[in-house]
């Protein structure tokens, strides 16, 4: 009888403690916009200014950031620390502002310290402003809803929250970024962790170590070369595709995936193998909740949405408000073709729009002849090639 008891004692003291928690209180909705890769840019004001700023929305960020010349034009005088940050492409030692209010829709965020970085080579590949950078700081108080399908964000304040019935509830290791287990197909090694990364536009990042050593990759099979913008600039990348990788109960079959050479160690190998980007996390509805440290997935109209699988061995930029080539891989159909740096792409097939994504759009068609019209020297060129298939 006595077990009995102290049985319902403890039964009732969790009852007690569960009751006490209110649930999580709905602040407010922003909208999103998306651009390559999936990466979201939400809108928002630092005060007491009244521009409306565009950041970057970053899991892959411990802090929350501003561009240099957006502090400069808002007459900010940042103060170095001795602090820095690191990313695929280097080190940085970086200044920082203080204690700065940001409004959100219909919130005010206080007391978060920006450090500044130059973020024009992100302008550049997304063909919009990017002003900041906004990561855990900032995320890590609220509980917050992304409906990719609707491209808006609901933030609340921290509580009980319910989950949708169907969907994965992830506990991920978090400390300041989140990872998850990722089940790799044929790995040699244990199955590894892969920091969640809703600021990365692409699937799967495997750092060259872990690719050579976890044996997953088939060796015969060809790479290709393309770019990748972070801290530090810019870097190259090989381009392959994954046999199969699964999240939770969510398996998907020839991944398309980047391997990089990790030399600032921004993984932490073996800790982590590399990083999920948004362009797989976007076939889901998202739920941080950092902090319970659970991520909530549900899917959504894109999950069985095709891979892009195209390749052309060029980036375009948006340079002086004209779209122009920033990279061209050696050997590629856009070089072979006879593009060259710097040339500035007029319309690609029939679309003479101007609008960077809505061309880079336009190059995802593997297998097929697209039509570039370019300027270069003041003189109007016109040629074709074909995108490659990586599969």
């Known amino acids: 009888m006595q077990r009995l008891a102290l049985f319902f004692i403890s039964l009732f003291t969790v009852f007690a403690s569960s009751a006490q928690e209110l649930p999580a209180k709905w602040l407010t909705k922003t909208p999103f916009l998306q651009v390559t890769g999936g ?3 939400v809108t928002a004001q630092l005060k007491p200014f009244p521009d409306t700023l565009q950041f970057i929305f970053d899991t892959g960020s411990s802090g929350i950031s501003l561009d240099s010349s957006t502090a400069a034009y808002l007459g900010l005088k940042p103060v170095y620390s001795g602090q820095a940050i690191r990313g695929i492409a280097g080190i940085r030692e970086v200044p920082f502002v203080y204690q700065r209010s ?13 450090h500044v970085n130059d973020y024009s080579v992100l302008t550049a590949v997304y063909g919009v402003r990017i002003d900041g ?10 509980v917050i809803g992304i409906d990719y399908e609707n491209a808006q964000i609901d933030w609340y304040a921290p509580g009980a929250y319910t989950y ?3 969907g994965y509830l992830m506990h991920p290791e978090l400390d300041r970024l989140p990872s998850q287990e990722v089940q790799i197909q044929d790995v040699r090694v244990a199955q590894p962790q892969f920091l969640v990364d809703l600021g990365a536009g692409l699937n799967l990042l495997f750092s060259k170590r872990y690719a050579q050593e976890s044996g997953v990759l088939d060796l015969q099979k060809k790479r290709w ?8 600039g810019r870097i190259d990348m090989e381009l392959t595709t994954l046999r ?5 109960p969510y398996r998907f079959r020839n991944v398309p995936i980047s391997i990089f050479e990790d030399t600032y160690n921004v993984t932490n190998y073996p800790a982590w193998a590399g990083l999920i980007g948004n362009d797989l996390l976007r076939r889901f509805n998202v739920i941080l909740n950092y902090p319970k440290k659970e991520i909530h997935l549900t899917p959504n109209r894109f999950l069985a949405d095709p891979f892009d699988y195209s390749y052309s061995g060029l980036e375009l930029y948006l340079i002086e408000n004209k779209i122009r080539l920033g990279y061209l891989a050696p050997g590629s159909p856009a070089e072979v073709a006879g593009l060259r740096l710097g040339d500035e792409v007029i319309a690609v097939n029939k679309n003479f729009s101007g609008i960077l994504n809505e061309y880079k759009i336009e190059l995802q068609k593997a297998g097929e002849k697209v039509r570039i019209i370019y300027r270069r020297d003041e003189k109007i060129g016109e040629l074709e090639f074909r995108v490659l298939r990586i599969r």
């Open 133 to 142: 950078i906004i990561g855990y700081s900032l995320l890590s108080r609220f």
């Open 244 to 248: 199969s990788a699964r999240i939770g």
């Open 102 to 114: 940001l409004q959100i829709g219909a919130m005010q965020v206080d007391g978060l310290d920006f």
């Open 39 to 41: 990466v979201v840019i």
């Open 164 to 166: 949708p019935r169907r």
């Open 225 to 232: 070369i393309k770019s990748g913008e972070g801290i530090g």
